[in-house]
C-alpha cells in the first residue's frame, strides 16, 4: 500500500497505526481485524480455576473480559501475566509436553473490525531473520505458531517430511508472509517504511482532536529504465492516528563490546553473517577456529552452527558457567536439548589458565606474559570446542589474532578465522523523542528488553509515561523475549481498544480524551 495516497485523504484520522510488522504486529493486526477469541462450546481447559471462570461468560469474547481476573493465580515462564494467560489458552499445558486442544474457538466477527496500518521496513514478518537467537531456530515450532493457522499443518504442506517439532528460520519467515495473506491482512500493511517520527499533535481550532502524527519514508519502486532496472525512491509520508503501537522488536543494533580492532572485515556482530559466510562456503574443517563472544542463545547458536561444521570454536563470555544468571541455567533441559548440550561444552571444556608445559612450548606470541593456543584438541568428549568463561576480549589484531583476557588479568591469544561478537541488541527508537528513554523502567537509560524495557500497564500494554493517551507497546520492548508470549501483548492492547470502543458513544474509536477524561 502506498502511504501518500492515505495521506491525501486529507485530515484523516487513522484509528490505530502499529510501528512493526514482526509477529507482534501481525497478531495484533489478525485480532484488530475481526477475528475474535471465544471459549469454545466443548472447549475445556485443565487449569480448574480458569476453566471455571471462562465458563462464567462463554458468551463474552476474551477481548471483552476482564483480563486481570483471569489471570490471577497463573503461572508460567513469562513475567507478563497476560502473555501467561493467552498461551496457556492458545496452547494448554505446553510446558509439560502435553498437546491439550486449546479450548477457543476463533469467529470471525467483520463489524469489530478496527481499521489499522501497519509499518514494517522489509515483508510482514520479514524482519524475523533479524531476531535474537531465543527466538530463532530452537523454540518448538508450535511456540512459533499465530492464530488460526496451525504451522505443523502448513510445513507438512511445505515439505514431505517433517523431521521434528523444530521449524528454520526461513520457513518461520515464509509462515508469517503466507498467514498474512491467508488471513487477507494485507490491505493493512504497508512495507518499505522507515518511520523517523511520532509525536504528539496538538488539537486544533476546527474541533480536530489531539492526536499522534506518524512520519517517515517510504520506498517505492520507480520507472523501469530503458536497461529493464528500476530506481527505487524513498517517499516521505504523515500520518494522523488516534493510537500508536511502538512493536519494533529490540534486535535493530547489535551491541558492540568498545574494543581496539572490533571494526576489523573478520569480527561479525550478528548470526547472520556466519551463516552467509558459511553459505559461502568460508568455513570447515580446515578453518582456523571461529571466535564466539558472548553466553546468550544467539552464541549458542553460532557455537551448534560452527560446531555441525566440524570448525573449532573459542567460546569467550564473561560470566561463570555456574552463574544462575545465564541463561542456560534457567530453560528446562528437556525442551532445549541443544542449549544444554551447548551449556554441558561450556562447563566441560574449559580453557585451563596454568597451562601445561607442551602448550607453553608452543607460544608463538611475542609478547611473554601471553599464551598461544593451538587449536582445540580433538581427543575430548567435544572436539573442536574450547570455553574462555570469565574472560573477555581486549583487541583484535588485523592478522586475525584475538587477545583474551581473564578476570585475574592473564592474557591468551588465539589465531581465528571469524570472531562473532554476539551480546546482544539495541532497539533504535530513533523516531521518538530521546530515543525513548523517557519511556522506561528506569527512564533516562536506554530502553533494552532484558535491562530497561518500556514501561507498561501489564493487562493493557499502555505506555505509562506516553505524551499523550493511546500509545501502546508490545514484544521485546516491554521485556517479552520469547515469540511464543508475544501475542499476550495483541490480546491486552485489543482488548483494551475493544473496551474503549465499547464504552465510547462512536463508530469508531473514539479520541482517548474522551474517555479517560
Ligand atoms: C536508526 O534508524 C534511523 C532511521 O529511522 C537511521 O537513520 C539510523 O541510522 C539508525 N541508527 C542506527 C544506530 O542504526
Ligand atoms: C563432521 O565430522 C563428522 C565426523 O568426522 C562427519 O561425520 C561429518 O560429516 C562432518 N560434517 C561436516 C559438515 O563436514
Known sequence: MDLQDKETTSGEIIPVVIVGNGPSGICLSYLLSGYT???????????????????ERPHMSLLEQDLEYLCEGLEGRSSNPVAVLFDSLLLPDSDFGLDHTSPLEWRYEPQRAVPHLVLGKGPPGGAWHAMEGSMLTLSLANWMELPGLKLKDWMRDKRRNVRNDRATPAEIASYYQHYVSQ??????????????????????????????????????????????????????????????VLATGTHDVPARLGVEGESLPFVCHSFWELEAAISRGELDRSSDPVLVVGAGLTAADAVLAAHHLNTSVYHVFRRPVTDPGLIFNQLPKLLYP?????????????????????????????????????????????????????????????????????????????????????????????FLHNNGRPLGVSPGEPISCRRNPIDVDPFTNRVLAADGPGMYAMGPLVGENFVRFLKGGALAIAGDLSKRRRWGSGEDVVPAEVLDS
Open 37 to 55: 477469541p471465544y471459549l469454545s462450546p466443548e472447549g475445556w481447559h485443565p487449569n480448574a480455576l480458569l476453566q471455571s471462570k471462562l465458563a
Open 338 to 430: 541443544e542449549y544444554h548440550k551447548v551449556h554441558q561444552m561450556m562447563t566441560q571444556q574449559q580453557h585451563q589458565s596454568t597451562l601445561s608445559p607442551p602448550e607453553q612450548a608452543q607460544n608463538l606470541h611475542s609478547t611473554p606474559s601471553s599464551s598461544s593456543h593451538p587449536p582445540p584438541s580433538s581427543s575430548s568428549s567435544y572436539p573442536g570446542y574450547l570455553s574462555f568463561p570469565c574472560h573477555r576480549v581486549a583487541a583484535f589484531h588485523p592478522d586475525r589474532k584475538c587477545v583474551l583476557e581473564s578476570d585475574s588479568g592473564e592474557q591468551a591469544v588465539v589465531q581465528v578465522s571469524k570472531a562473532l561478537v554476539l551480546i546482544g541488541a539495541h532497539p533504535n527508537l530513533s
Open 183 to 244: 488471513m487477507s491482512l494485507e490491505e493493512n500493511f504497508a512495507c518499505g517504511t522507515t518511520v523517523t517520527s511520532v509525536s504528539r499533535e496538538p488539537g486544533e481550532q476546527d474541533g480536530s482532536p489531539p492526536c499522534w502524527r506518524v512520519s517517515g519514508l517510504q520506498r517505492r519502486e520507480g520507472e523501469i529504465l530503458g536497461d529493464g532496472c528500476s530506481v527505487a525512491e524513498e517517499v516521505p509520508f504523515s500520518l494522523l492516528a488516534h493510537n500508536v
